[in-house]
C-alpha cells in the first residue's frame, strides 16, 4: 500500500508534545520497517524546513540534515 503524508506529519516526528504524534511515530515505523510506501508532494521537503522552522525547531540541525 501507498500512503500520503502531509508536511504537518513529519514535523510530528520532530517536535515533542505534538498532537497525534503517537500516530505519526507509528507510521515513521511503518515506512522504516519497509510496511509501507509513502508519497509526498513535490515540494515537500521545502515545506517541511519551513514547518520545523515555524516550529522552533534548532536552526542547526535543520541545517545540518537538509545541508542549507
Excluded at 502531509?6 to 519497509?34: H, M, P
Amino acid at each position: 500500500m501507498t500512503e500520503y503524508i502531509d508536511t504537518s506529519v513529519v514535523v510530528k516526528w520532530f517536535k515533542e508534545g505534538e498532537e497525534y504524534q503517537d500516530e505519526a511515530l507509528r507510521l515513521r515505523d511503518r515506512i522504516i520497517n519497509f510496511e509501507t510506501k509513502f508519497v509526498m508532494i513535490q515540494y515537500g521537503l521545502l515545506e517541511l524546513v519551513r514547518a520545523l522552522v515555524k516550529a522552533k525547531f534548532p536552526r542547526d540541525n535543520i541545517e545540518e540534515v537538509f545541508q542549507i
